[in-house]
C-alpha cells in the first residue's frame, strides 16, 4: 500500500519547487512509500505545499455505484442506469 508522508525543514531554505517549478523558499519534502520503501520524493514550496496537503486530506474513496461489467457491452437494454429504472418501474 502507497503512503504519502509530509516532512518538514528544520531550516528554510530557496531552491526550485519540484510542483509549480518556481525558485521559492522551500518550506518541505513530501515522501512517497510502498510499504518501508521510499519510491520518491517532491520538495515543495509553502503555497504548494498548502495545496497539496488540502488535496490529500480528502482522499478517502468513496463508492457511490457498483456493476458487473462481464455482461457483455452496455447497451439500452443492460446498462445499470436502465436496471434501476426497470426495478422503479416493478415496485410500482
Known sequence: MYQIRPVTF???????????????????????LEGDNLIGDLVLCSECAIALEEL??????RVTREWNFAGGPLTPGNSPDSQDSQDN???S
Open 10 to 32: 528544520a531550516r528554510q531554505r530557496r531552491g526550485r519547487c519540484d510542483c509549480c517549478d518556481r525558485q521559492q523558499v522551500l518550506e518541505g519534502k513530501i515522501l512517497v
Open 56 to 61: 490529500l486530506g480528502h482522499t478517502r474513496e
Open 89 to 91: 418501474q416493478d415496485q
